[in-house]
């Protein structure tokens, strides 16, 4: 069954960052050939100065680029990216004309999201049988928060960065899912729910396989860590569950426009935030402004926008989002200068 849940059609380019993972998948590579085509690249563990060198999760979430030695592929093939230590993933698409677009941490957790309520919905389960909660951190795009709250009906809470504190809220509920946009993240489910899940008497073929998915999804997702190579076979598997390709799952939400950006200050420790990192509580009047250089943008341009001071720079660090990129640009411009402002 768990092979029936992987997408037999399948074909997944994954770039391994010349890392560990590289020994991992070419040993999965043969095991599931029958069930889902693994091509490698960037798989030489022999250099090490090739490590995550122009390649890896984290190389292409935050350069927004393909990593070295992928180029433009049919579209039936899905391009993934694991980092160098294997505990990150992220995808992403390149057509014809190389234009590129990501698939990272929070469209997994959209994935994920979605085909864990369309299961628990086969099996007539309800919010008061299995409680699903999905955490992210403030620098989780809003289309996906947005989308997973008020299109899925499913509660989502925000933490400090650091996957520590989101397995931590994950932990509260009977199913949490959890993601970083960086690609970090698993999904958690309470022993309660695997009791129920393993005692549910299915009354047809669709909820034994709903029942024995979920059950599957359980042992395939790392229980605390994330694990990059257990996250994209369960990519693989859900996309194939919900026969979708690529594009579709792209499709769920958009992204709205955002930019991160720092400012150098002599004492970044004079800003301090809530526990979510969601606003600033010192200096005195510094959210106030914020709030108001967000009201600038307009109440239609879904603008938000912190600040959090870096535990290890002389600098605070930017995130703004809005509708358009111009706003974000001038949102950006006008936190920039209250902190310069207010930091001098």
């Not at 999965?28 to 890896?56: Q, R, Y």
């Not at 999905?134 to 709250?149: D, E, L, R």
Request: proline fraction near 3%.
């Amino acid at each position: 069954e768990q092979q029936h849940d992987v997408n037999t059609n399948a074909k997944v380019m994954v770039d391994c960052a010349n890392g560990v993972g590289t020994m991992v998948l070419a040993s999965l590579k043969e095991k599931l050939s029958s069930v889902v085509g693994i091509e490698l690249v960037n798989a030489d563990i022999t250099d090490a100065e090739a490590l995550n060198n122009n390649c890896g999760a984290d190389f292409v979430q935050k350069e927004q680029a393909p990593p070295t030695g992928v180029a433009a592929t049919d579209s039936s093939v899905h391009l993934a990216t694991i980092d160098g230590d294997a505990d990150r993933v992220v995808y992403f698409q390149l057509d014809s004309s190389n234009k590129f677009r990501l698939l990272d941490g929070d469209k997994i957790i959209t994935l994920y999201a979605i085909f864990i309520k369309k299961q628990l919905e086969t099996l007539g389960l309800t919010s008061e049988d299995v409680r699903i909660g999905v955490v992210q951190t403030a620098y989780a795009n809003g289309g996906s928060t947005a989308y997973i709250t008020n299109t899925l009906g499913i509660k989502t809470d925000f933490t400090p960065t650091g996957v520590k504190h989101l397995h931590h809220k994950a932990l509260e509920y009977d199913i949490g899912v959890y993601f970083e946009a960086n690609g970090h993240g698993t999904v958690v489910f309470k022993d309660k729910t695997l009791n129920l899940l393993k005692g549910f008497e299915a009354t047809s073929e669709e909820q034994t396989q709903a029942k024995t998915r979920l059950l599957a999804a359980s042992k395939l997702l790392h229980p605390t860590v994330g694990d990059a190579i257990g996250d994209l076979l369960m990519v693989e598997a859900c996309l194939h569950v919900l026969k979708w390709d690529c594009e579709a799952w792209q499709a769920v939400y958009s992204d709205l426009p955002s930019k991160q950006s720092k400012v150098s200050v002599p004492d970044p420790r004079r800003v301090t935030t809530i526990w979510d990192e969601t606003r600033a509580l010192t200096p005195e009047g510094m959210q106030d402004k914020i709030d108001a250089c967000i009201a600038k943008i307009g109440p239609s341009a879904s603008a938000r926008a912190f600040v959090r001071p870096s535990g290890t720079e002389p600098i605070v660090r930017i995130y703004a989002e809005a509708s358009t990129a111009e706003q974000v640009e001038d949102l950006t411009k006008d936190i920039r200068d209250v902190l310069i402002e207010m930091l001098p």
